[in-house]
Every structure is written in structure tokens, then in C-alpha cells.
């Protein structure tokens, strides 16, 4: 499985977008580029996957390079319900969980 | 909107003890999945299963874990003799038709904790 590079954290104020910046300089042609996100005590959850286009769901939207050797998770307007740990994953089969960014959200 | 439901919620349990932790997939789903995370740890992958067989296991997937379909509902783990560095929340998940441009649907995990 190709390797994604995530900061360790990042801060936003509530109510503010959010923009999470993940590397995958190895991508191959075949990899989807996912997003889970794991909330404090709870089992991880889909939040978004694309392949070569932007995608908007009802959740965030995913900005995809345009030689995809890098993408962003935009939470348009963070609430606090958003902190948690977001993992940015390459498929090209099962899902392999690397460390994430840990997002906290300021009040 | 359906869920994955996955029992006990916590389990403590004596070394070398056999424990089985339950999960309840989404009702049409066909692609199983177990996964553990050790307390301030990644999220691992264990094992997939299809059509009653393992699809693929991870290499933390050693002999004394085995999982089953037992009925039309329930996907089962097993720990036949548990040690201290099992102690871990386990995630069960399922998937539709296990591509990967789905979604896999995690339960709320059983935090297992082996003395």
C-alpha cells in the first residue's frame, strides 16, 4: 500500500474551514484517495474518497491535485463535533490506517 | 440509517482465556472486516471475510484468532487463549460488494482488556 504523509495536528476555530493536507507522492494510477475520520471513543467513519476530480459531500469536500501527489479534506465551517482524528488512506485494496491528524477545534 | 452493532462493549477477561467478541453487520452487506487498535495506536487491520472464508488477514492474524459466520447475522472473532497484548479495542466493519470505492461501516468497537 502507498504511504500518505498527514501533519500530527492542527487547530481551528469553530465555525472557520478547515483545510487538512495530506502527500502521497507514491500514488499509483489505481489508488482511491479516502478519508476516515475516528471521534474520541468511537469506531472510525467514511467521510469522503476520490480518485482524480474534486468531490463534495454532505460532510466536506476533497481537493485533489492535479497530478495527485497530493489532496485536501475541507471541512467548509468546523464545529466541534468535528474534532477528532482524520486519516487520509490510499486503497487499492484494504484499508491501511496510518497516524492521521489529530483536528481540534477551538470554541 | 443502518449500522453496525458489535457486543460487549467492554470485556475484561483472564490471560489465557478464550473470549469471542460479536459483531452485527449491515443487514446486506457481504464483505466483513475485523480490525483492533491498541490504546493510543493505530488502527490495524486483522482480517477480511467473503462468502464464509477469509478473504485476507493481516500477520497479527496468528492461529489463535478465528472468526466466523455463524448465522445470517452475526460475524464472530475468537481469541482462544488471550494475552496481556491483546488488550485493545476490536472494530468490526462491513462493505456492500468490497470494492474499493466503498465504504466500509465500522461498529463502535469492543474495548477488550485481558489481565
Known amino acids: 500500500d502507498a504511504k500518505t504523509t498527514q501533519p500530527n495536528s492542527m487547530e481551528s476555530n469553530e465555525e472557520e474551514p478547515v483545510h487538512l493536507p495530506c502527500n502521497h507522492s507514491?500514488?499509483?494510477?489505481?489508488?482511491?484517495i479516502h478519508w476516515y475520520r475516528q471521534l474520541p471513543s468511537q469506531g472510525p467513519e467514511y467521510v469522503i474518497h476520490g480518485l482524480t476530480s474534486n468531490v463534495n459531500n454532505r460532510m466536506a469536500s476533497l481537493a485533489i491535485a492535479e497530478d495527485r501527489k497530493s489532496s485536501t479534506l475541507i471541512l467548509h465551517r468546523a464545529t466541534l463535533r468535528d474534532a477528532a482524528v482524520y486519516y487520509c488512506?490510499?486503497?487499492?485494496?484494504?484499508?491501511?490506517f496510518g497516524k492521521g491528524t489529530r483536528l481540534h477545534i477551538l470554541p | 440509517e443502518p449500522e453496525v452493532t458489535q457486543t460487549p462493549s467492554h470485556q475484561v477477561t483472564q490471560m489465557g482465556q478464550e473470549v469471542i467478541l460479536r459483531c452485527v453487520p449491515i443487514s446486506n452487506h457481504l464483505y466483513f472486516y475485523w480490525y483492533r487498535q491498541i490504546l493510543g495506536q493505530k488502527v490495524e487491520f486483522l482480517v477480511s471475510?467473503?462468502?464464509?472464508?477469509?478473504?485476507?488477514k493481516s500477520e497479527i492474524f496468528d492461529d489463535q484468532f478465528s472468526v466466523e459466520r455463524p448465522d445470517g447475522s452475526n460475524f464472530t472473532l475468537k481469541i482462544r487463549s488471550t494475552k496481556l497484548e491483546d488488550s485493545a479495542m476490536y472494530f468490526c466493519?462491513?462493505?456492500?460488494?468490497?470494492?474499493?470505492?466503498?465504504?466500509?461501516?465500522f461498529g463502535p468497537g469492543t474495548r477488550l482488556l485481558v489481565l
Open positions: 507514491t500514488i499509483s494510477g489505481t489508488d482511491y
Open positions: 471475510f467473503y462468502n464464509n472464508e477469509i478473504s485476507e
Open positions: 466493519a462491513s462493505s456492500d460488494r468490497g470494492r474499493i470505492t466503498e465504504t466500509q461501516y
Open positions: 488512506i490510499l486503497r487499492d485494496d484494504k484499508i491501511i
